[in-house]
């Protein structure tokens, strides 16, 4: 594995970043079962499993690949639901 793997956690900061800004900004942070404070849970969680599979060493090396996409996704998602009213 490479010195370059953890680049795969910048869209998982970003997604988390933007799902926050809006559930404090635009849902006034008023519920814990709105979708943006779930989906920043869930981006947490994603990339900690990461990070903890990193430092075991228990994540073959094509599994970054999908944590990449996953990060991509949920950063996506962020961004839709960003500009989402």
């Keep these: 594995m ?3 793997s953890t680049i795969v956690l910048l869209p998982f900061i970003a997604a988390f970043l933007i ?11 008023s519920s814990m079962s709105n979708p943006s404070f779930l989906l920043g849970v869930l981006t947490v ?3 900690g ?19 990449g996409l996953a990060g991509v996704a949920l ?3 962020s961004i839709v639901r960003m500009f989402l009213i």
């Design 2 to 4: 490479s010195n370059f």
């Design 19 to 29: 799902f926050v800004l809006r559930f404090y900004s635009r849902e006034s942070a």
């Design 45 to 47: 969680f994603i990339a």
């Design 49 to 67: 499993g990461y990070l903890i599979l990193r430092i075991t060493l228990g994540m073959p090396f094509y599994a970054s690949v999908g944590f």
């Design 75 to 77: 950063l996506a998602t």
